[in-house]
């Protein structure tokens, strides 16, 4: 099957650059190891680009907390002028100190109303207490009920509160789940009682597993003489009231009509709750007899509701949808007027995110400021941005403060020799990094929001030269600028880029599909740059071109039957099993995971020929339960020598593998056992075969290795790189620079490492590097 080009002028150039650029100089001038050697860690400068899910503070305003559905939750840290991170190998339990040991998102954080050093942290079925502001944390409850069950990235992520402290007493606190109901501590987490008289949540669909929010929680403002009451949303259940501090609970008592479901909620200083509903789409008030549904009652557009926040100091009410449009009231909800948002990057924040300022601009919560009048923060899917809205504003102007968040998710990092390196993630495309310490100012393909990056190559042909298959991951919707797919090349290290002239029409898809070929697994010739073969997501047919895009070929493997025998199945892997070899011409890997009908394809597969005839050179399974996130590296100068891990973790055999001859035999590397992904970097002063590097264990030790002796040896250069528990997605290496390596996570974009002149010491909490001692 060959697709030819319908026209040239299809392909065009984004990102247009004249600037002098140079990869970034090392730290170090040796060149090789040294005695007393050390690597300096840090995050690579990105900044922001991830859901911030939630927000909260204390009563006055002195610690500030922000959680993330992909990894940990962040502090203000106010004497570094940046957030930091609170998950981390510094400040959690030794329990979760192993590989990818907190690797999650944090379904719910609370600070104490009436003790700002007292924070509450809901991660990975369990709930974590801090008592010095986020600097260590304990769990208090080892036992029963934990672990319990919880999503922090499901599509309920928005929801909450799903924990609430005591406004006078930080030792009561509650937990709303999605599976096991409302549960109770009043011994500072110590020990956890459930609460029967609030029903678990309804699911809202009848797939497995919990399929609704947690129970949402909101105390009301104390008023004299008055019990304090907390306030429970049972989802699909309706409201619950309790005066005696959450023990018990009863309906809340209202007449007619009532919400069932709520994405957030508020109360103002008078006591009326508010909350939205994103269900319904519609916003409700409670004045403590009934419940209006204001959207019905003063006709308001029905919205996909996101949160609703009431200014502490005013009679100002706001609500927004999931795209940042809404209503503001300033006379507690009697009269609504429509407003509007912009958006721009603060003061020391990532320039490039410009982006957010948009017609939608995703939302989650909103927060008053405590301590500084008519601010208003939001939890934004860019990062955190604030507002100052005094009472008759029009539009929330929103600014970023977000600096310190690193929130990306990793997919790949290269680095073409003599060039800089890119990285690539979910939803904002690529980074070409002149310097690693510097926050982007823009991003590639070209600065499309949402655009995913899950694959670059690059070849010795042609120096500067980048392949991607670069794919918008909303695969529902937004199509219409003809960008959904901006796979493409790039000759000149990711600076600029032309998409592909066409894009073929894989079996059992539709020629107007825009996601007809998209994601997957992409690699280009050692030989020719116009010589790239793309193995497509959802197990669609590979393709490959001769002529850099303009004709594409279909790939079928001998013994292939239906229109889908590919080996990428879901779009969101991170797998890497078609690779060039690096040194021999026209020469491709595929490995082939096999399944179903096409079972007897797994194996390696080889062709000699720029893709147009296959052999399996290896039968069967590499390694096991390589049908995932499996990795298959070609080492750079070596012809013919490949390492192979799965690259998962819930099986008996992690144990990395090499071939040394095409892939026709395998041999197990002794003692090296759980490997996320492997790189080769510049070789050492005298010695021939590339740097190296793996994130795994070695004898059962889990840390970043490094091999300079052909895997001979290895030596430890860290344990937990600048903290992280977080899990290594990616692994890539400088060509140029000695030991400089690149490591991309699942929920906190990148950390680079390499020699340095520092003073190794235990890394601390909130610590912006970390220098660590190889051994």
């Given amino acids: 099957m060959i697709v030819l080009a319908l026209a040239a002028a299809a392909a065009f150039w984004f990102t247009a650059d004249a600037e002098a650029h140079s990869p970034p100089p090392a730290l170090s001038q040796a060149g090789a190891p040294v005695a007393g050697e050390a ?110 069950i919880w999503d922090a990235n499901s599509e309920f992520r928005l929801h909450g509160p799903f924990m609430a402290v005591d406004p006078t007493n930080p030792d009561v606190v509650l937990l709303g789940t999605p599976a096991a109901g409302l549960w109770r501590s009043a011994d500072a987490g110590a020990s956890w009682a459930r609460v029967a008289s609030v029903p678990v949540s309804k699911d809202r669909k009848p797939d497995a597993g919990a399929q609704a929010p947690g129970t949402m929680l909101w105390f009301e403002p104390a008023v ?102 809404g209503y ?98 979910w939803d904002f495309g690529m980074h070409v990094k002149d310097d690693l310490n510097a926050f982007s100012t823009t991003f590639g393909p070209n600065e499309r929001s949402l655009m995913s990056v899950q694959q670059m190559d690059w070849t010795p042909a042609k120096p500067g030269f980048v392949v991607t298959n670069a794919s918008d991951a909303r695969t529902g919707c937004c199509w219409e600028d003809g960008n959904a797919v901006m796979a493409g090349v790039s000759t000149d290290g990711g600076r600029k880029w032309r998409k592909f002239s066409t894009l073929p029409t894989p079996p059992g898809t539709k020629e107007d599909d825009p996601w007809k070929m998209s994601f997957g697994t992409i690699a280009v010739s050692a030989s020719d740059a116009d010589n790239i073969i793309w193995a497509p997501a959802f197990n669609r047919l590979p393709f490959y071109t001769l002529d850099g895009g303009r004709s594409w070929t279909a790939v079928r493997l001998p013994g292939a039957v ?36 096409n079972a007897a394809l797994q194996g390696l597969w080889l062709s000699e020929d720029g893709g147009k005839s296959w052999n399996k050179v290896f039968e069967g399974e590499i390694a096991p339960s390589s049908d995932m996130a499996a990795k298959l590296r070609s080492v750079p100068g070596h012809a013919g020598h490949l390492f192979f891990t799965s690259a998962f973790e819930h099986t008996g055999d992690t144990a990395l593998r090499r071939s040394t001859d095409g892939g026709r035999t395998w041999q197990i590397v002794p003692n090296v056992t759980r490997v996320d992904d492997i790189a080769f970097g510049k070789a050492a002063k005298g010695a021939r075969y590339p740097t190296i590097f793996f994130s795994g264990k070695v004898s059962g030790e889990y840390g970043i290795w490094r091999s300079i002796d052909n895997a001979a040896s290895w030596q430890r250069l860290v344990d937990f790189p600048a903290g992280t528990l977080d899990q290594v997605s990616v692994v890539g290496a400088d060509p140029d620079v000695f030991g400089r390596v690149y490591l991309g996570y699942v929920g906190s974009s990148w950390i680079w490492g390499e020699p340095a002149p520092c003073k190794p010491a235990p890394y601390q909490p909130f610590a912006a590097s970390q220098c660590a001692a190889v051994r």
């Fill in 328 to 425: 503001m009231s300033n006379d507690g909800g009697a009269s609504w007027s429509s407003i509007s948002h912009s958006s721009k990057p603060g003061a020391g924040d990532p320039p490039w995110l410009r982006v957010a300022n948009g017609s939608f601009f995703t939302t989650a919560d909103l927060m008053f400021d405590p301590a500084v009048p008519n601010r208003l923060w939001v939890a934004a899917g860019t990062g955190v941005f604030y507002a100052d809205v005094p009472p008759g504003i029009v539009s929330l102007d929103w600014i970023s403060q977000t600096r310190g968040i690193e929130e990306l998710v990793a997919n790949d990092v290269i680095q073409p020799p003599g060039h800089s390196p890119i990285f690539a993630g």
């Fill in 562 to 597: 239906g229109e889908t025998p590919g080996s990428f199945r879901d779009l969101w892997l991170q797998r890497k099993t078609m690779t060039a070899d690096k040194t021999l011409p026209a020469t491709f890997y595929h490995y082939h995971s096999g399944g179903g009908e």
């Fill in 224 to 325: 004299r003489g008055k019990p304090l009451r907390l306030f429970a949303l049972s989802p699909g259940n309706g409201m619950f009231v309790s005066t005696d501090r959450g023990a018990t609970f009863s309906p809340l008592p209202a007449a007619g009509a009532q919400p069932m479901t709520l994405q957030r909620g508020t109360f103002d200083r008078k006591g009326t709750f508010f909350g939205v509903d994103d269900l319904t789409k519609s916003m409700w008030s409670y004045d403590g007899s009934r419940w209006r549904d204001l959207t019905t009652e003063l006709g308001l557009t029905a919205r996909e509701y996101a949160a609703v926040v009431a200014n502490p100091r005013s009679d100002q009410v706001i609500a927004v949808d999931r795209g940042g449009q």
């Fill in 39 to 148: 690597y300096q860690w840090k995050h690579v400068a990105i900044g922001g680009g991830g859901m911030i899910s939630g927000l909260s503070t204390d009563a006055a305003g002195k610690t500030f907390v922000a959680r993330t559905d992909v990894y940990g939750a962040y502090i203000w840290n106010a004497d570094a002028n940046r957030w930091s991170q609170l998950v981390t190998a510094a400040s959690m339990p030794d329990t979760v100190r192993t590989q990818n040991g907190a690797a999650a998102g944090v379904y719910e954080i609370v600070v104490a109303p009436s003790r700002a050093t007292r924070i509450y942290m809901a991660l990975q079925g369990r709930v974590y207490r801090s008592d010095d502001a986020g600097k260590h944390w304990t769990q208090p409850s080892a036992g029963n009920p934990f672990p319990l």
